[in-house]
């Protein structure tokens, strides 16, 4: 299973905003099997979910779980149609958010993030 989880620039907390997130860490989970260190990924501004056109490639295409602190509709419906499940949290630990994940245990409930409430007004206009 791969699992990215939305970071700040300092790779060491959850992000609030997945849409907007440049950081990520990437995990290649096996059944069993202590998580691997993850590979960070940088996105590039024209790859961010809330500018990329789907016209070629992106790096977070084939994840099966995506991790953040908040999602706007658009996000959500756009990773859907990759075959990626979005998990929200309110946990900013990344580490903490994976284990629980791979465990089977809930995450613990989001944070309130205003640009979320700004993303509900852009995504009445999304593509996705």
């Given at each position: 299973m791969k699992v990215a989880i939305a970071t700040h620039k300092d790779w060491s907390e959850v992000s609030g905003h997945a849409g907007q997130a440049r950081e990520w860490l990437l995990f290649d989970c096996q059944p069993g099997v202590p998580a691997s260190a993850p590979r960070r990924l940088s996105?590039?501004?024209?790859?961010?979910?809330?500018?990329?056109?789907?016209?070629?490639p992106h790096p977070l295409q084939g994840v099966d779980v995506l991790i953040a602190g908040s999602a706007g509709d658009?996000?959500?419906?756009?990773?859907?149609?990759?075959?990626?499940?979005?998990?929200?949290?309110?946990?900013?630990?990344?580490?903490?958010?994976?284990?629980?994940?791979?465990?089977?245990?809930?995450?613990?409930?989001?944070?309130?993030?205003?640009t979320t409430a700004l993303c509900k007004v852009r995504d009445l206009f999304s593509r996705h």
């Open positions: 996105l590039a501004k024209e790859q961010l979910p809330h500018h990329f056109k789907d016209d070629g658009g996000f959500l419906r756009h990773m859907d149609c990759w075959g990626a499940q979005v998990l929200l949290t309110g946990e900013t630990d990344p580490q903490v958010a994976l284990q629980k994940v791979l465990a089977g245990e809930a995450l613990p409930d989001t944070r309130f993030d205003v």
